[in-house]
């Protein structure tokens, strides 16, 4: 689950709640382990680099998160739709209880780096109980609730809340930025928990992006298709252009071996396979070069196969929808039609706007 996080943001939760009275923390520094992150904590942070924020957060209206959640036949519980949504609808907003900063040396998810033995030590498991007692009386029921989809024995009693906690850092947060350190051959994972949207499943086929909004410090989930009453609201853990083989791969720090989706159960894999890998290998710049009648092929092209994988949420589709209209008028002909201008523009608002695993 990745989001982009700004340097302001890295900022303000590097400068959180450092828990002193710690065991070892004179050896593993809790700010470079895991950090609790308050609201107003933030938000008076922030307030430092972004003198128009407010000087107190606004309370969430009631009816943001029109969902409800019921177990699923092979991801345990997961979110449904309470009403239907279209594209570019918010169907969940709301401000996370728990943000976590882990020094990270390998991680499948992450491409290959190597997970530093601090992510499993006594440290961060007790900053993260500690951390549950300045929770919110709702936040704390979430994070216990969360707690109890992870069936751990034989781990050893004193054990089992610490491994618990760990297992809700990893499969239900999303990841909202990192930042390498070369000089300590470490980055920073930064991850974020809340009530409903971490208990959102994977699809490599995926209904809502997810977005983090650091000024209203709140976690949305923006519809990229229609979704029906009673549908399940799935969104993506990892990087959607890569082939099923390598997204199982990327999967696998989640819990999820295999992904059963409806795009990785589909007959046409291999079809899928080039398809995605056509996405993958796209470049915009070499596009440009290229004489009209070559590039509008590239383009309508890779337009297909975005939209035949129904991946018109990422990036680069409004883009190329507008980069479609440039070379079209170069050639003396129509630029956009009236419909593919609503869906350059649509797709490129849920990239974009404000509201943002």
């Not at 929808?321 to 201008?341: C, D, I, P």
């Amino acid at each position: 689950m990745e989001i982009a996080a700004t340097k302001a943001w890295k900022e303000a939760v590097l400068k959180r709640v450092i828990y002193t009275n710690i065991p070892d923390a004179a050896d593993s520094p809790a700010h470079d382990t895991v950090l609790y992150v308050g609201e107003q904590v933030v938000l008076d942070t922030l307030r430092r680099k972004y003198r128009n924020l407010p000087r107190k957060y606004v309370p969430l209206p009631d009816g943001l998160v029109a969902v409800y959640w019921q177990s699923t036949p092979s991801l345990s519980l997961g979110v449904f739709a309470k009403r239907a949504f279209k594209p570019g609808d918010v169907v969940v907003r709301e401000r996370p209880f728990l943000i976590a900063a882990a020094d990270i040396g390998f991680d499948p998810s992450a491409g290959g780096k190597k997970v530093n033995p601090l992510i499993g030590n006594s440290v961060l498991g007790e900053i993260l109980k500690l951390a549950e007692r300045h929770f919110l009386p709702p936040n704390r029921d979430g994070f216990a609730a969360l707690l109890t989809d992870y069936s751990l024995n034989p781990v050893h009693d004193l054990m089992k809340d610490m491994f618990r906690s760990l297992y809700v850092l990893c499969c239900n947060s999303f990841r909202i930025g990192e930042e390498d350190l070369e000089t300590s051959g470490v980055y920073k994972d930064y991850r974020l928990v809340s009530r409903v949207a971490s208990r959102i499943n994977h699809s490599c086929s995926p209904n809502v992006v997810c977005r983090f909004d650091e000024a209203t410090f709140t976690f949305n989930a923006v519809v990229t298709r229609e979704i029906q009453i009673g549908e399940e609201i799935l969104t993506t853990y990892c990087a959607l252009e890569l082939p099923r083989a390598e997204r199982h791969r990327r999967l696998l720090p989640y819990n999820i071996d295999p992904c059963r989706c409806e795009a990785c159960e589909m007959t046409d894999q291999e079809g899928s396979n080039q398809r995605r890998k056509m996405i993958y290998d796209f470049d915009i710049r070499k596009v440009i070069d290229l004489s009209p009648r070559k590039a509008l092929k590239e383009l309508i092209g890779v337009r297909n196969a975005i939209e035949e994988e129904n991946l018109q949420f990422l990036p680069v589709y409004p883009m190329v929808l507008q980069l479609m209209g440039s070379f079209w008028a170069k050639l003396g002909k129509s630029t956009l039609s009236e419909g593919l201008q609503k869906q350059a523009d649509l797709y490129h608002s849920i990239h974009t706007s404000g509201p943002s695993r």
